[in-house]
């Protein structure tokens, strides 16, 4: 039996889950591995699911692929839209798309098994397949550690990933070192003192502090930052106030923070606390702000000699002109906790989801960054062709190349 991709793609991106809430998502994927005579466990860190492939001695290969979906109103317009909505972790209903392309990560993942199963008789080893949840959150790989994923399989020689973005698609692109930053997800609430908007001298309204703040936050890349460094503070969410004549207690910011290294991380977060307790200071508020990590994570690393074996093997197998270093991503991913914690090299690329003469157009109007929905917008939408293909054939020959 031959899995339809295409209409596997179509129905996880019609029915998208927000993070640690994939059961439905879980539940399609067991039932396509089972089709392909593999046996798989489910609720490894609440809602992955793990499935093996023994083929005899040789390497541990692991590809992995996310799977949640993002709190964000589709606008692509296509015909497969998504109209769900969610339940957040604050308790309120949102909309929900999968605006990140994890949908045509597990298809990928799943059609690439299908391939490897069926060509058992040309390579050895061992295939981990990781189906990860809560991406978002940076949360998922931590929670399949903890669940013990990596004593209860076996652990990895190397491991494998790939994300689809905004690039040609046919188009690979992977370079050896940090191929995407670190970062933290940050909480802030700042405290002051409700009462009338009539009477806000009676009052330390937060919100004024909430927008000082953010403005100040600002000046940590453009007047605290080396020009040659790559900082990014972005405030992606500020919560305050409930009516417009009352001025409330407190207002909540949600901060990213991503940064290449582990200096520069240092450097940010010692400004970044800086300038939100002076500015509730000089606000005169009598409780100092609250500052949560709600989570962390590593710069993602490519080794650099298996990076180099693997970018010469797709020059072979695409052409080196489909062949690309994007550069380091600002972007932050979870993959690399199976790596760090296992101590196994990592590899994790990029391929394009974007009709290539769209592509040319907007390069050569300069208008990508109008033209060209980025990961996290409401208007992303991977070209489902090459694309989905060329995913599959990604994940084939990398772990092809890993295994005997």
Known sequence: MTIDLEALYVDLHKHPELSFQETRTAGVIARHLAELGLEVEEGVGRTGLVTTIRNGDGPVVWLRADMDALPVPEQTGLDYASTARGIDPAGLEVPVMHACGH???????????????????????????????????????????????????????????????????????????????????????????????????????????????????????????????????????????????????????????????????????????????????????????????????????NDADATARLTATFAREFGEHNVVDPGMFTGSEDVSWFARESGAPLIFWFWGGVDPQKYADAVAGGTIDRDIPTNHSPFFAPVLQPTLNRGVENLVVAAREFLD
């Open 103 to 301: 949908d045509m990560h597990v298809s990928a993942l799943i059609g690439a098994l299908e391939r490897l199963v069926a060509t058992k008789d040309e390579w050895s080893g061992t295939i981990v397949a990781v189906f990860q949840p809560a991406e978002e959150y940076g949360a998922g790989a931590k929670a399949m550690i903890a669940d013990g994923v990596l004593d209860r399989y076996p652990r990895p020689d190397i491991v494998l990933g790939q994300h689809v973005t905004p690039l040609p698609a046919g188009v690979v692109g992977v370079r050896p070192g940090t191929q995407m930053a670190a970062s933290d997800g940050i909480t802030v609430v700042l405290h002051g003192r409700g009462g009338h908007g009539s009477r806000p001298h009676s009052t330390i309204d937060p919100i004024v502090m909430a927008a000082a703040t953010v403005m100040r936050l600002q000046t940590i890349v453009s007047r605290e930052t080396d020009p040659r460094d790559v900082a990014v503070v972005t405030v992606g969410s500020i919560h305050a106030g409930l009516k417009n004549n009352i001025i409330p207690a407190e207002a909540k910011l949600e901060l990213s923070l991503r940064y290449p290294d582990e200096v520069a991380r240092d450097r940010v977060l010692e400004k970044m606390e800086r300038i939100v307790r002076a500015e509730a200071a000089a606000s005169g508020a009598e409780t100092p702000p609250t500052i949560t990590t709600q989570h962390t994570l590593p710069p993602t690393i």
